[in-house]
């Protein structure tokens, strides 16, 4: 079993940047493909960026060239580097780890709030 939590999130004017974390604990984290998805409002939640065990990254349009997403492995930590934030980025930014067994696992999420 994987238990996330993550951190790093806030309230942040347009234009600035948030490195969100992601604790992970339990067995398998290096073998998971990690991911970041994000909610507003009102809206479906969807996939912001994703780091396979290989560390192949993949991120979607709306972030790319914005976002980096990194693991630590040694550490059991997944990071999200978010630059150039704008008032759409605003959403809950969830943490997910699908594991080798297909088994997947949620955080809580942590609010981003970008505004002026």
């Known amino acids: 079993q994987v238990h996330l939590v993550e951190s790093g999130g806030g309230l942040v004017q347009p234009g600035g940047s948030l490195r969100l974390s992601c604790a992970a604990s339990?067995?398998?984290?290096?073998?998971?493909?990690m991911d970041w998805f994000r909610q507003a409002p009102g809206k479906q939640r969807e996939l912001v960026a994703t780091?396979?065990?290989?560390?192949?990254?993949n991120y979607a349009d709306s972030v790319k060239g914005r976002c980096t997403i990194s693991k630590d492995n040694t550490n059991k930590m997944l990071y999200l580097q978010i630059d150039s934030l704008k008032p759409e980025d605003t959403a809950l930014y969830y943490c997910?780890?699908?594991?080798?067994?297909?088994?997947?696992?949620w955080g809580q999420g942590t609010q981003v709030t970008v505004s002026s």
């Open positions: 997910h780890a699908l594991t080798i067994r297909l088994m997947d696992y």
């Open positions: 339990g067995s398998g984290f290096s073998s998971s493909t």
């Open positions: 780091i396979t065990s290989t560390g192949t990254t």
